[in-house]
């Protein structure tokens, strides 16, 4: 089906994509990422001593603070933070250094969409610039479906307002960093058609075999 897109992209093809670590100098571990007028910095505290409450202590503990770019944090953010929070806990080695918080700052620079999945980008460069140990780096993307049945990947804010649903996803970059060796599945499913995390608004009822060739050129 033909789609025209307002910045003449194909369906499947992403915005430009820029990162840059190290940018600030007080962080343990920084990065700026953007993907076309969406941009967000992160930043990485820590580990430091001691877990808060309702954590395992035997465990190292990530904390997710989201910081709008205008305004006070709401519902919305809130979710970003248990979502990103959850996904830094899975690519995490958490056994490491037992006892201690990560904490990850998120700033919003500008919102033109896909805002999450370009905060989880940025998270996961913030990590390895502090040091923080990984099981494997994350790839995220949003794919948007519309009435008619189409899909979209990466959506700017406009497109995303004309949609009837979309899902962000995180796949993680490599298998071999993540299996024991001579194992293929996790779970019964091979892992390079696994995801970490995935998120849903909306019906999604469009074609998504677009979404898994563009991710694999990531």
Same mark, same amino acid.
């Given at each position: 089906?033909?789609?025209d897109?307002?910045?003449?992209? +194909?369906? +499947? &093809? ?8 190290s940018?600030?100098?007080?962080a *343990? ?18 580990p ?10 035997e ?5 997710v603070?989201w ?14 933070? #248990?979502?990103?929070?959850r ?11 037992? +006892?201690?918080?990560? $904490? ?15 905060? #989880? +980008? ?12 990984m ?6 993307i ?12 990466d ?5 995303? &307002? ?9 796949f ?7 299996l024991?060796?001579?194992? $293929?599945?996790? &779970?019964?499913?091979?892992?390079? *058609? ?6 849903? *608004? ?6 998504l ?7 694999? *050129?990531?």
């Open positions: 089906m033909e789609v897109r307002a910045d003449g992209r +194909n369906p +499947n &093809q992403l915005r430009p994509l820029a990162c840059s670590c940018i600030l100098h007080r *343990h571990g920084s990065a700026s990422w953007s993907q076309g007028d969406t941009k967000v910095l992160a930043a990485v505290y820590g430091k001593a001691g877990t808060k409450k309702n954590e395992n202590p465990k190292a503990s990530i904390e603070i910081k709008p770019r205008t305004g006070q944090i709401g519902k919305p953010e809130k979710e970003y933070e #248990i979502i990103l929070k996904t830094l806990q899975s690519i995490c080695i958490l056994t490491i250094n037992p +006892n201690t918080t990560t $904490s990850v700052i998120i700033q919003v620079v500008h919102d033109d969409g896909a805002l999450l999945p370009c905060a #989880i +980008n940025a998270a996961c460069a913030a990590l390895v610039d502090a040091g923080i140990p099981k494997h780096l994350a790839v995220a949003c794919c948007c479906s519309a009435e008619s049945g189409y899909c979209i990947l959506p700017t804010k406009l497109e995303e &307002q004309k949609m009837k649903g979309f899902a962000y996803l995180v993680p970059n490599s298998i071999l960093s993540v024991p060796e001579g194992s $293929s599945l996790v &779970q019964g499913e091979p892992m390079e *058609h696994g995801i970490i995390t995935s998120v849903t *608004h909306g019906a999604m009822s469009g074609n075999s677009t979404l898994r060739v563009s991710v694999s *050129h990531l």
